[in-house]
């Protein structure tokens, strides 16, 4: 048994098949790992997620904030953007199941026989695995509840909701934990965020640092994969680290990675023009 890990698929559904050709995946034995972003952007959102989700016996995924996104327009159509790709999901037979099916995920997976956790965006510098499970959880108990699910995604969007505090309650410690989860790139010493810059390690505003690069970070030496960051193009020198969103939506290429011997594989976009 071979278990991969993609990056960012984001409807690139084509790219996806070819990587899994490409290794000869097995749907009986492998296993398939996605670091969220499954939707948006890209061409195939609904055929990317009806794949995965007749899978779903042999994947395993984390919530990404397209991901995010895509549950929040399924209940509520006004919050739709003019660039978004899904809404054939949308509107499609499948979308109840298909959403009720995101609900049930995590934001945060960690797999204990090869200690490998996987996230979206990243773990918080300050954050330990514990903490990191435990307020993933959060998020998904509001996702999950009929009752809270509605709350959560009308307070969900937002960017000041940068700075993490314990005392934080309610909607604002649920906003917080899905932005340092699902969007963080950059974070200063005392572990604030921010949401302008997109582009690569060098951009980082003043006081500004890679997540990964903060000092004495909490999960520093343990095996993380993660996606989001489109502009890092698989790079982040950081140990432990694996950065596997290679923006195959913007025009590059989709990448995987064997979550045991690190080997990785990549194909390049083929329906995307470059930005
Ligand atoms: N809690 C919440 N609060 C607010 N919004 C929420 C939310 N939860 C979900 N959302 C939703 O999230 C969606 C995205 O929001 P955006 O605000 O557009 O977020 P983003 O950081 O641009 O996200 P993305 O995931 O697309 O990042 P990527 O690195 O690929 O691309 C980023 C940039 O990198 C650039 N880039 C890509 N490849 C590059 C390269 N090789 N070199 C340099 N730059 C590159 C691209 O030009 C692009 O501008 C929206 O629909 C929003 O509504």
């Not at 996702?143 to 000041?160: A, C, P």
Request: glycine residues 6%; aromatic residues 10%; negative net charge.
């Amino acid at each position: 048994m071979t278990v991969y890990a993609v990056g960012d698929i984001q409807g690139c559904y084509d790219e996806l098949q070819t990587l899994l050709t490409k290794v000869a995946f097995n749907a009986e034995k492998d296993e398939l790992w996605c670091v969220g972003d499954l939707v948006n952007r890209g061409p195939k959102s609904l055929e990317t997620l009806l794949f995965l989700y007749e899978m779903r016996h042999c994947v395993k995924l984390v919530l990404g904030n397209h991901d995010l996104h895509l549950i929040a327009c399924f209940y509520d159509h006004d919050r739709l953007k003019k660039h978004d790709t899904i809404q054939d999901i949308i509107h499609s037979k499948q979308g109840t199941t298909l959403i009720n099916w995101l609900r049930q995920q995590p934001l945060v997976y960690f797999d204990p026989v090869r200690c490998i956790a996987m996230v979206h965006a990243g773990i918080p510098p300050l954050w330990t695995l514990e903490d990191s499970l435990m307020r993933s959880a959060e998020v998904e108990k509001a996702l999950q509840s009929d009752k809270e699910i509605g709350k959560f995604l009308k307070n969900m969007y937002s960017n000041d909701a940068v700075n993490w505090h314990e005392s934080l309650k309610g909607q604002e410690r649920l906003r917080v934990i899905t932005n340092y989860l699902t969007r963080m790139r950059f974070c200063k010493l005392d572990g604030t965020i921010e949401f302008n810059s997109k582009e690569g390690i060098d951009s980082a505003p003043s006081g500004y640092m890679p997540w990964f690069e903060v000092p004495h970070r909490k999960m520093e030496g343990q095996d993380i994969l993660f996606g989001h960051w489109a502009a890092l193009e698989g790079r982040c020198n950081e140990p432990h680290v694996y950065a596997l969103d290679t923006g195959c939506v913007w025009g590059s290429c989709l990448t995987m990675i064997d979550v045991e011997t690190k080997q990785m594989y990549s194909t390049n976009c083929t329906a995307i023009k470059g930005k």
